[in-house]
Nanobody
Framework: QVELVESGGGLVQPGGSLRLACTAS????????NTWYRQAPDRQREPVAF????????NYVDSVKGRFTISRDNATNSWYLRMDNLKPEDTAVYYC?????????WGQGTQVTVST
C-alpha cells in the first residue's frame, strides 16, 4: 500500500503564489505517473497537471498553462505544484495522485483559496 502525504495550500490574494508538495511512501517506480487534481465546490474533480511516462514530460490543463509548474524529485519520491498568478477560479481542494500499474493512490487533499 502506498501512502501519499500532501502539504502546502492556504489562502492567497489574486496574483499570488503557492507551492503544494506531495510525498509518497516507499520508492519511486519508473512507470509512475504523478498528477495533481483539483475539485471546486459543486464541480467534478479534474486533472490539473501530470508528469511521468516514458519521456517524463509535464502536461497541463489549458486553464493553468503558463501559471502552474509541476516538478518531481525522484530521490525523495515527491512531486510539487508551483502555482503563480493565482486567480479566484483556482479555488479548490487540490489532491495529489499516483498512478502505478493500474492503481490509483490519493493524497488527503489541501484547500487552496484565492480571494481578497
Amino acid at each position: 500500500q502506498v501512502e501519499l502525504v500532501e502539504s502546502g495550500g492556504g489562502l492567497v490574494q489574486p496574483g499570488g503564489s503557492l507551492r503544494l508538495a506531495c510525498t509518497a511512501s516507499g520508492s519511486r517506480s519508473s512507470i509512475d505517473i504523478n498528477t495533481w487534481y483539483r475539485q471546486a465546490p459543486d464541480r467534478q474533480r479534474e486533472p490539473v497537471a501530470f508528469i511521468g511516462g516514458i519521456n517524463n514530460r509535464a502536461n497541463y490543463v489549458d486553464s493553468v498553462k503558463g501559471r502552474f509548474t509541476i516538478s518531481r524529485d525522484n530521490a525523495t519520491n515527491s512531486w510539487y505544484l508551483r502555482m503563480d498568478n493565482l486567480k479566484p477560479e483556482d479555488t479548490a481542494v487540490y489532491y495529489c495522485n499516483l498512478k502505478r500499474e493500474g492503481r490509483n493512490y490519493w493524497g488527503q487533499g489541501t484547500q487552496v483559496t484565492v480571494s481578497t
